[in-house]
């Protein structure tokens, strides 16, 4: 069995509230994500979501299961959302191979036995970024193209949060347990993502910082909206939010960042809203 992977339990607010930066930074930063010829996964007790990256370079690497999951094969019991923000790569499941390009997605459901991830190009990799959370039943296998998720335009210049979101795994996509998947990228000029923040008691989340510029920085809020905290991130970073936290940031540029959430409902819109004027 595997044993490559970290454990993160669940913190409640009245403890974060005490946490100095370092503590922040233990309990929901996760760091390198992206690892050449390697799977590390991050199984936060939120609602038992997994993250993790590779980058196949010199090998091809099969996803195994991690002692936490008491499980033969890793989607015994799970089902899986890949999103390649690399090269051209291949995830090859059951002996059927998906090619994924550029910012392309695959969702696997529950029972997929035999799971391989792969690069085109050694010189140019694929990059895979995985999120996985228990399911109930099995979905069929679906690739997610550029064109097949949906487009949502929000913000504006004016308040510095010009963004383009897009959803990659949701229900009205692809059939999923409770899994959710989507990419938003900040418009040149804009740095403020999820403003005005909102918390979803029913569902956990974490945000995947990528395209963010060398020597540039994300500083990401959580917290409750009357005792918020920040952890500052880079690229190539996530970060854990519980259900009772705002989750939101503010970039020294613009940026992208994935998005992926578990927990009580499918209902992308359920959510309560932060007045920007009222959070402390």
């Known amino acids: 069995m595997n044993s490559n992977y970290e454990v993160r ?5 009245e403890a974060v509230k005490h946490y100095d930066t370092q503590a922040l930074r ?5 760091e390198n994500v992206m690892k050449i010829d390697h799977l590390k996964w991050v199984y936060s007790h939120y609602d038992r979501f ?3 990256g590779v980058v196949p370079v010199t090998k091809s690497i099969e996803l195994e299961s991690i002692d936490p999951l008491k499980s033969e094969n890793f989607l015994d019991r799970r089902e899986l959302g890949i999103i390649n923000i690399g090269d051209t790569g291949t995830v090859t499941v059951d002996g059927t191979e998906y090619i994924l390009d550029h910012k392309e997605a695959l969702y696997l459901g529950q029972g997929n036995k035999k799971v391989v991830f792969s690069s085109q190009s050694s010189d140019h990799p694929a990059k895979f970024y995985l999120n996985s959370t228990p399911a109930h039943k099995s979905f069929p296998n679906k690739k997610i193209g550029i064109n097949d998720v949906e487009v949502v335009e929000l913000g504006a210049p004016e308040t510095a949060n010009a963004r383009t979101l897009r959803k990659y795994i949701v229900n009205s996509v692809v059939d999923v347990c409770q899994l959710q998947m989507g990419m938003t990228t900040l418009k040149p000029g804009s740095v403020w993502n999820t403003m005005p923040a909102h918390v979803h008691d029913r569902r956990m989340e974490v945000y995947f910082y990528i395209e963010v510029p060398k020597d540039q920085a994300v500083c990401h809020f959580m917290g409750q909206p009357d005792e918020t905290r920040h952890i ?3 690229d190539n970073e996530a970060v854990i ?5 705002i989750h939101s940031g503010s970039g020294t540029s613009n940026y992208t960042f994935i998005w992926g959430m578990a927990g009580e409902n499918l209902d992308y819109g359920d959510m309560d809203t932060c007045k920007i004027n009222e959070l402390r």
Do not use: G, H, I
């Open 241 to 245: 939010s519980p259900p009772w936290s």
């Open 232 to 234: 500052w991130m880079t």
């Open 26 to 30: 233990n309990e929901f930063l996760v």
């Open 9 to 13: 339990y669940a913190s409640s607010p």
């Open 50 to 52: 997994m993250v993790s």
